[in-house]
Each structure stands twice: as C-alpha cells, then as structure tokens.
C-alpha cells in the first residue's frame, strides 16, 4: 500500500506541537526557507508506523537545538546543562508526537514503536521519501521527513 | 483534594503533563509512574481518584493498564494522553472504558475541555 502524507500535514503539526507544548504562544515556527544546511553535529529521533502501511517519520536538528528544546520542554533555563538523559527524553518525545499524528493520518492506523534518538542517521535501505518539511525555529533549522518502509 | 496518577515512560512528559494541569487550574496531588505496570502496583497500593495514562509505554501499554485495573475490580477513572489520537484509538479507548482521551500536543485547555466535564 501506497499512502501520501502532506508536507503541509506535517508542518501544521510541528506548528501545534511548538505553539502547544514547546513555546506555549503561536507563531515561533515558520518554514525554512533556505537550503537544509550540512548538519555539524546532527541528532535524529524516529520512530516506526507498522499497519497497512509502513513507515519512519525522523526528526533532524542540531544537538544545540534539541538542547534548546529539551530546555524548552522542562522548563529549564538557558544556561542550565541538558544530561543526555533528558536530550533523549525530551528530543524522543518530539519525534513521537510528530510520529503519533502522522499515524493518525492514515486511513488504518496500525501500531506505533516507542522514540529511538541516535546521532548516526538511521539506515532504512530501500525506503523512500514521502515527505520532508524544514522548520525555522527562532533561526534554528529542523528537518521532518516521512519515509516509506517496503 | 483530588489524587492523580500521571503514567508515562517519558519523564520530561510526565513533567509537562503535571505543568499542565496546573496550567489548567487544577492544584491535585500528584504521584508518577514510569510505565503501566509502575501505574498498576501504586493504584494496588493506593488507588488515586484519577489516571492519566500514556498510552504506548515499554511492557504494560496504558490500555494493558486500564484492562487489567478493571480485571482486578478497581473502577479508577482513567484518561489517555497521548500522541495517537485517530477515530480509531479514540473509539478503542471508548470501548475500553477509559475517561476521556487527551492528543499531545494538548493545551491547559483541551485538559480543562474534557475535564471539567467530567468534575462537574
């Protein structure tokens, strides 16, 4: 089974994640416009959709960034360290929010695997791109992209 | 004052579910749990008034929970918060006789849209 995913379905979701839970106010995310930079020190979190249709949907920022945002999301301040632990966490849970929506996208909604983060990206040979959408997050890019897994 | 139990493996969203609930106005008492069968053993110790269950966690899913409380003849209320909020999890979690289901992301709002409701 074949299945399309919006760029503009994942984008209104990455809005609602940040306005809602990252930020707490609309209007701090917008699309990155220009072209997706080489990552320096890039950290991915995924996870899996198993059903009728299967799938990966990853998230890709820098380690600052996902600093940033497991700052955000714990409510810690900006000069306050993020253990690796809580990077996990909290970047985890930005790839399973955006992988539990994207779910509930699809015509059957099958089952979802738990948030995987790793600084290598994942190998998924075979696969193909569905959708990819780059976030500008206060000047920060961030890469959201829906692969097909044969 | 009302007793919850806030389930979910992730400890930065259990943080954020506790912030918002007060967020929302509610000052409960809160305990965590970091999966469903942490949940299980506190409500066998000390059944809170409400849940509020993750619903994909390692071992013992939320619905494995909510299952296997009824199973064991506790009645405790509870609500999902999760990511996976199609019709279908939603009718699932229904039949199942869970409380109310929350998707993240949420706001204190849609906590206080399905909650009040319910303390009314």
Not at chain 1, 73 to 94: I, K, R
């Amino acid at each position: 089974m074949t299945t399309m995913i919006a760029g503009d379905d994942v984008y209104a979701i990455a809005e609602d994640l940040f306005a809602a839970m990252v930020d707490g106010e609309p209007g701090t995310v917008r699309p990155w416009t220009l072209p997706l930079p080489d990552w320096t020190d890039p950290v991915h979190a995924w996870v899996d959709l198993h059903g009728d249709w299967s799938g990966r949907a990853v998230v890709t920022t820098e380690r600052a960034t996902a600093d940033d945002l497991a700052r955000a999301l714990l409510g810690l301040p900006a000069e306050e360290a993020v253990s690796e632990e809580d990077l996990q966490d909290a970047f985890g849970e930005v790839a399973n929010v955006v992988g539990g929506n994207v779910k509930s996208l699809l015509p059957r909604t099958g089952t979802m695997g738990l948030p995987q983060v790793a600084s290598v990206a994942p190998l998924l040979p075979g696969s193909a791109l569905v959708t990819q959408v780059l976030l500008d997050w206060g000047g920060r890019v961030l890469e959201l992209t829906v692969r097909d897994v044969p | 004052m009302i007793r919850v139990l806030v389930a979910d493996d992730s400890r930065v969203m259990r943080q954020i579910v506790i912030r918002t609930l007060r967020q929302a106005g509610y000052d409960w008492d809160v305990r965590e749990a970091a999966d469903g069968a942490q949940a299980l053993d506190a409500v066998r110790a000390d059944e809170p008034d409400v849940i509020l269950s993750d619903w994909n966690m390692p071992g013992m899913t939320g619905m494995d929970l909510l299952r296997r409380l009824r199973q064991e003849g506790f009645d405790t209320p509870l609500g999902f918060v999760t990511s996976e909020g199609s019709p279908e999890m939603r009718a699932l979690a229904e039949r199942e006789g869970a409380l109310f289901l929350i998707a993240k992301p949420f706001t204190p709002e849609a906590f206080r849209e399905v909650i009040d409701p319910v303390l009314a």
